[in-house]
């Protein structure tokens, strides 16, 4: 089987990707611990060869850029242009040399064998149609024993910074079905013995996943978590097909969970869990 990831292409195209390429300070933010561990799970430092798998906007890709100064290097690749194109204009801002940017598929994409040292991804590899065949197309481009780390979120009910407003809001909306376990989505890494399955099948070893627990700040202010929710999470596409009494009702229960989740700084934080998956290049 080969990955047909057309539909996640649309999507991360479409207004979604524009959205998050706006709010790519505040999407930074949000999961900065998750960069943090995932950078130090990959052990990336001082003259690494370091590609970034689903980069977004950049925000794993400059902090590694710092971390493997101006004598290593960082690839990376995403298959949204608004992101991309976000992620080029911080990097040049930054007055980064040591970055390269692509704009593609990273489960078909040539990479060049033994190009990398490490391999990162800040929740970019959930979305492959086939996983097992891409991770098994990206391995040849580490040096034999190159270094593996990826954020994944755990379970749905683990993360209430997604789920919480859902659930408040979708009596009054038309929810699209949820995706299988095991279908393209953030969730469809949790069970890690489908992650380990993945991984051995697709010739990388030393798999380890460990926990990652923390807060979320949803932005700096109500509006800002408000705005989050609205433009960018899972009940994007629902409130902008819904008007009249029920949209009213909709954001009026979501507003009521990220007020009892604002604490006295004024900004609104939910939990949220991931693991944080390590593994070699065979």
């Known amino acids: ?45 001082v003259g690494d060869r370091v590609l970034d798998l689903g980069c977004g906007n950049g925000g794993t890709t400059l902090a590694a850029a710092a ?27 930054a007055d980064l040399v040591n970055v390269t940017f692509i704009l593609g598929d990273a489960a078909d994409y040539p ?14 590899v959930m979305f492959f149609d086939d996983p097992a065949d891409a991770f098994a197309r990206l391995g040849p481009g580490l040096d034999t024993g190159g270094r593996v780390a990826l ?15 859902v659930a408040a809001a979708r009596p009054f909306l038309d929810m699209p079905p949820r995706p299988g376990p095991e279908d393209p989505g953030p969730f469809s890494f949790a069970d890690p013995d489908r992650v380990r399955r993945v991984l051995a099948d697709s010739g990388w070893r030393n798999i380890d996943l460990a926990p990652l627990d923390f807060h979320i700040p949803l932005g700096h202010t109500m509006e800002d978590a408000l ?18 009494g029920n949209r009213t009702r909709a954001i009026d229960a979501i507003t009521k969970v990220l007020e009892e989740n604002t604490g006295d700084d004024g900004i609104v934080r939910l939990s949220g869990a ?6 070699r290049a065979g």
């Open 1 to 45: 089987m080969t990955n047909d990831n057309t539909g996640q292409i649309e999507f991360w195209n479409s207004d979604h990707g524009l959205a998050w390429a706006r709010y790519a300070d505040a999407v930074d933010t949000m999961f900065s611990d998750i960069t943090d561990a995932v950078l130090d799970a990959a052990e990336v430092g």
């Open 67 to 93: 971390r493997v100064t101006a004598i290593g290097t960082v690839t990376a690749i995403d298959v949204s242009g608004p992101m991309i194109d976000r992620a080029r204009e911080r990097a040049d801002a």
């Open 111 to 124: 990479f060049a064998g033994g190009s990398f040292d490490k391999l990162i991804s800040r929740l970019g």
């Open 151 to 165: 954020g994944v979120w755990r379970g749905p009910r683990e993360n209430p910074w997604a789920m919480e407003p």
């Open 227 to 244: 705005a989050f929710v609205m433009e960018m999470g899972p009940l994007s596409a629902p409130l902008g097909k819904v008007t009249g």
């Open 274 to 279: 991931c693991w944080i998956v390590t593994a």
